[in-house]
């Protein structure tokens, strides 16, 4: 951001130089004569006058000390945000892919995640949800969470929100049956990216990807 309002400083003097000059031009002009070609300069002056007043506004106000002085009077403390919220998506996250064995807690698991807001909880509800063979056996899409990454990118003081990304690696219980007659465990992955609103502590516009990495026999 530094460098941005270092490469318009040049663009902001060329404007004061411009405008000083014209007022200059517009004098002689008006002490001469009252010519159409006076009026004409005069109209461009004062056209001048307020592109340099937005110019001038929008630099004062896009300043890095603008937007700390913003977080600092809408009373936000980004960093204590965050420590906050990370615990919360970890409790939640461990609810889904290492408590969810079977129906029951299934059914409980969206009373458990509602911290997470109702966006991620139906996606998190949709992809933990065990399977049900004809015999009436049931089985739990994931076993465990092997690892979890929690990020966060940059602050939209206007929105007050961050973008969150989360990675969750995952085993599945044993699968037996194999087109082999064996039994193997699948490893994969889950990503999810959203919207994370520092006010309210909510998650919104909620993407999710999932890939496969693979099985263990």
């Not at 318009?8 to 060329?14: K, R, V």
């Not at 403390?77 to 990370?86: A, C, G, R, V």
């Not at 037996?176 to 502590?201: E, I, P, R």
Request: hydrophobic share 35%; charged share 25%; net charge neutral.
């Amino acid at each position: 951001m530094k460098n941005y309002f270092k490469n318009n400083i040049g663009m902001n003097i060329l404007l004061w130089f411009m405008i000083v000059f014209a007022v200059g031009a517009v004098w002689i002009w008006h002490s001469s004569s009252n010519s159409p070609e006076s009026k004409k300069l005069e109209s461009n002056i004062a056209e001048m006058n307020g592109d340099y007043s937005f110019y001038k506004h929008a630099i004062e106000n896009n300043t890095e000390e603008h937007y700390i002085k913003k977080i600092d009077k809408d009373n936000i403390n980004l960093s204590s945000k965050i420590n906050d919220i990370k615990p919360v998506i970890q409790q939640s996250l461990e609810q889904v892919y290492n408590q969810t064995k079977n129906t029951s807690d299934h059914e409980k698991l969206k009373g458990k995640i509602k911290d997470l807001g109702s966006e991620w909880s139906d996606i998190l509800s949709q992809i933990s949800e065990p399977t049900v063979s004809q015999s009436g056996k049931e089985q739990a899409v994931y076993d465990s969470m092997t690892d979890l990454k929690i990020a966060f990118g940059k602050y939209d003081i206007s929105t007050k929100t961050m973008s969150c990304y989360v990675l969750v690696n995952w085993k599945s219980p044993v699968i037996a049956g194999t087109a082999q007659g064996g039994s193997q465990t699948l490893k994969g992955s889950d990503f999810f990216t959203m919207d994370y609103k520092v006010t309210d502590n909510s998650f919104s516009n909620v993407q999710y990807k999932q890939a496969m990495d693979g099985a263990e026999k």
